[in-house]
């Protein structure tokens, strides 16, 4: 399938986590990494532009750090103008049906903080429902989250080995050794109108 990653990050000169991960899936034949902050550097998303790279792409990654529990702000102003009512959702609304979404995300944060009873409260699948439920309105597979935790602690062999296994997720998913359908997020049902894909 071919792959579009959304990539977000306010303050990309200064990550380490991000930029590891965008690395490693830099280059790689049909993977299309759109760099939004930088192709929008003033929020003035180009919504026709935006909604035929989303036809032309079969898993589509929302690729950001987790800022105050959520995405970067451009990433919420692209869901609000590029997924359309009538386009993306809604009566007639088919353009992304029997496609796939997934959240790639780093933390600051180490993987227990983000527990119940952790210093976050909730898990961090909890955090993405949004997102989760996005995938499900727009008639989409929403797939198990990839994170790395504690981004800022990393050692670099660390760093390296999250990364390589992001890659490894990416051209699993790409070339179909890995079943999305055996990676869908926990409890995730497939919405009425996935089947409708291509239509």
Not at 13 to 30: E, P
Not at 70 to 85: F, G, N, R, Y
Request: hydrophobic fraction near 40%.
């Amino acid at each position: 399938m071919k792959v579009l990653i959304l990539f977000a990050h306010p303050r990309f000169s200064v990550s380490t986590t991000q930029k590891a991960m965008l690395k490693a899936v830099s280059g790689l034949d049909g993977v299309t990494i759109h760099d939004i902050y930088a192709a929008y550097p003033d929020f003035a998303i180009d919504v026709a532009a935006e909604q035929e790279m989303l036809r032309d792409h079969d898993l589509i990654v929302l690729q950001h750090p987790l800022y105050w529990y959520s995405a970067p702000a451009i990433i919420k102003e692209w869901l609000d103008l590029v997924l359309e009512h009538g386009w993306a959702y809604g009566h007639g609304g088919t353009r992304l049906a029997g496609k796939f979404l997934l959240s790639a995300v780093s933390t600051g944060g180490p993987a227990e903080a983000y527990a119940h009873g952790g210093r976050n409260r909730f898990q961090l699948d909890e955090l993405l429902a949004p997102f989760n439920q996005t995938a499900y309105l727009c008639s989409m597979a929403y797939l198990r989250p990839f994170a790395v935790y504690s981004g800022r602690r990393l050692g670099p062999e660390e760093l390296s080995a999250h990364a390589e296994t992001y890659r490894d997720l990416i051209v699993g998913l790409r070339d179909g050794r890995i079943d999305p359908f055996s990676h869908l997020a926990t409890g995730y049902t497939l919405p009425p109108h996935f089947a409708e894909g291509g239509r």
